[in-house]
């Protein structure tokens, strides 16, 4: 009867955790799904991106810097919609850092946020030095709801393109499997081409 008692609760707690995944789920499809709109507002991009990192939890064993590159460039931009995008990269580049166990059993690693203006774009490549991504995998990492994380949804990146996309700009990914990668959402420099209503 303790037995049974025992796999009782280790059923309730899994289906507790099982309902709380699902009510995440839930928030994070209405959220992907509502349009807002933007309020872009001038704003010195780099200058800005440190206060933004400056706010991100540090992760044990994983260093963060920002090499700025874009001076006193002045790009217009939703800074809410941006600090959400650029977070999320930076998060998932540690989260893919943190999951490659290294020698030691300790995560060890870098995110280097780094900017420029080139080709009419204002670019924050986030470059870390994890895992990589399968090349087979590489083009559906914008797909809602693919992961390759066993508890998630998914909406990460996908939800990160479609902010860079409403600001008329876009998301770019690179890797090399083994030699980590880039995550470069971007801007356009002129800054006068984000939409202002909803998408």
């Known amino acids: ?9 280790r059923a309730l707690t899994r289906a507790d955790r099982g309902i709380a995944r699902c009510d995440r789920i839930v928030t994070e499809l209405l959220d992907f799904v509502r349009a807002t709109g933007l309020q872009p507002k001038p704003t010195a991009i780099d200058a800005w991106l440190e206060d933004v990192l400056a706010d991100i939890p540090p992760h044990p064993g994983i260093t963060v810097t920002l090499t700025p590159g874009t001076g006193d460039a002045v790009i217009a931009f939703d800074r809410g919609a941006l600090r959400r995008a650029v977070v999320n990269v930076v998060e998932n580049a540690c989260q893919a850092i943190a999951g490659a166990v290294v020698e030691g059993g300790r995560p060890e690693g870098r995110v280097t946020v780094a900017t420029r ?45 479609r902010i860079m996309e409403e600001h008329g700009g876009g998301l770019r990914i690179d890797s090399a499997p083994g030699h980590g990668a880039t995550v470069t959402p971007w801007l356009p420099a002129a800054g006068g081409n984000a939409k202002g209503g909803a998408a």
């Open 117 to 161: 203006i080139a080709g009419g774009r204002a670019e924050i490549a986030v470059t870390d030095t994890g895992p990589g991504i399968p090349a087979d995998i590489l083009p559906r990492v914008t797909e809602p709801l693919f992961s390759t994380k066993s508890f998630g949804t998914g909406l990460g990146l996908p939800t990160v393109q």
């Open 1 to 9: 009867a303790r037995e049974s008692g025992v796999d009782l609760e």
